[in-house]
Structure formats: structure tokens, C-alpha cells
T-cell receptor, first 114, second 112 residues
């Protein structure tokens, strides 16, 4: 099992550009989520999904879109990148849709918006 | 609003000693509390989950306690080693919640 795979590992964007961060898991997990991690702020939840076709907002959803067409994939879209979105982004999945089970995280995407 | 505090941003201890990290929470009553380890440039790795009806949980050299009266969890690493150096994150959550909220973490350095 590869676990949770995130691509790309690094990305530099210009302000106003769009891009999609990819996340895929091969563990047949129903639950997937996106976090961003900033110095001094810790991990903050952006969006999450409890299954294919179902998504919901987390703590900091503005500026980000998600969709969940398959169990395996949960891409995160930045429609018009802003410098405030410079961060490290982590995708995580969970075998159980509740928080009574440990999460598996990807290795992250480091995004810089200039 | 809900608040999670981890005792200090950094903790230095001597190799072989027991490291104790603290996670305090306010304004909610979690049913579960998770602990993660994060190394620089890597994603968090799940270590342990403890439930509100469990006082203590162990895994090898790790021990977690959960005191719902004090609203606190303690994370212990016994016989610490330099390889235990990392940032440790706690994440309390409520029953039926789909959102896991993390503390800012404590950076542990084990000095040889």
C-alpha cells in the first residue's frame, strides 16, 4: 500500500494563477480531508469528505474548492492564488468517518504564492 | 470558543529520561484524544488514541493519560532517545465529530 499520496511536493505560483493539489489514497478510506500548516498556527482544516460525492467546509475554506468523485481521490483547487495561501498542505484519510480512529497523512505539498 | 494548548513550544531533555508533554483543552468535552508525531518536512504520524472512559493507554515506551476533570492529557515517552526528537501534536475531538482540531505542538529535543 502506498497510503496517502500527494502531488506535487513543491509548487510556486504567481498571484492569480490557479492550480490543483492532488491527493490519492489506496486504503479504501471513506473519509478524506485537507489541512494547511503555517508557522505559529498549527494544522487547520480546510475541507473534508465523508465519502464519494459528499464534501463539507472546515475551519478555513475560503479560496479553496474540493470535489470527491471517487473514493480514492480528493483534489484541492485554488482558483485564484493569493500570497496568504502560501503554506504547507496536507491531505489525510481515515478508515472511519468519525474522529475515533487515527488519521493517515500524506507527505505534504509546499506551496509558495509570489 | 474551543481552545487547545500544548504546554510549551519546545522541551529539551536528557537521553534516558522520561519526557512528559501536556495537552490542555477548554470550552469542550472531547470523547477522544489523539497524539501524533511530526518530523521536519513530513506529515504527522498517528501514535495513540485514548477514549474518555480510558484513564491510560500504553504502546511500547509511550503512555498517554486522559483526565476529563482537569481537561488535560499527558503524553509520556520513557527512556527517551535522540530518535524521539520531533514535534508532538495532540488532537481532542467530540463523539460523532468529522473535524479533527490540532494543538500547535511541542517540539521535543532529546539530548545525547
Amino acid at each position: 500500500n502506498a497510503g496517502v499520496t500527494q502531488t506535487p511536493k513543491f509548487q510556486v505560483l504567481k498571484t492569480g494563477q490557479s492550480m490543483t493539489l492532488q491527493c490519492a489514497q489506496d486504503m479504501n478510506h471513506e473519509y478524506m480531508s485537507w489541512y494547511r500548516q503555517d508557522p505559529g498556527m498549527g494544522l487547520r482544516l480546510i475541507h473534508y469528505s465523508v465519502g464519494a460525492g459528499i464534501t463539507d467546509q472546515g475551519e478555513v475554506p475560503n479560496g479553496y474548492n474540493v470535489s470527491r468523485s471517487t473514493t480514492e481521490d480528493f483534489p484541492l483547487r485554488l482558483l485564484s492564488a493569493a500570497p496568504s495561501q502560501t503554506s504547507v498542505y496536507f491531505c489525510a484519510s481515515n478508515a472511519n468517518s468519525g474522529t475515533n480512529y487515527g488519521y493517515t497523512f500524506g507527505s505534504g505539498t509546499r506551496l509558495t504564492v509570489v | 470558543s474551543q481552545k487547545i494548548e500544548q504546554n510549551s513550544e519546545a522541551l529539551n531533555i536528557q537521553e534516558g529520561k522520561t519526557a512528559t508533554l501536556t495537552c490542555n483543552y477548554t470550552n469542550y468535552s472531547p470523547a477522544y484524544l489523539q497524539w501524533y508525531r511530526q518530523d521536519p518536512g513530513r506529515g504527522p504520524v498517528f501514535l495513540l488514541l485514548i477514549r474518555e472512559n480510558e484513564k491510560e493507554k500504553r504502546k511500547e515506551r509511550l503512555k498517554v493519560t486522559f483526565d476529563t476533570t482537569l481537561k488535560q492529557s499527558l503524553f509520556h515517552i520513557t527512556a527517551s532517545q535522540p530518535a524521539d526528537s520531533a514535534t508532538y501534536l495532540c488532537a481532542p475531538s467530540g463523539a460523532g465529530s468529522y473535524q479533527l482540531t490540532f494543538g500547535k505542538g511541542t517540539k521535543l529535543s532529546v539530548i545525547p
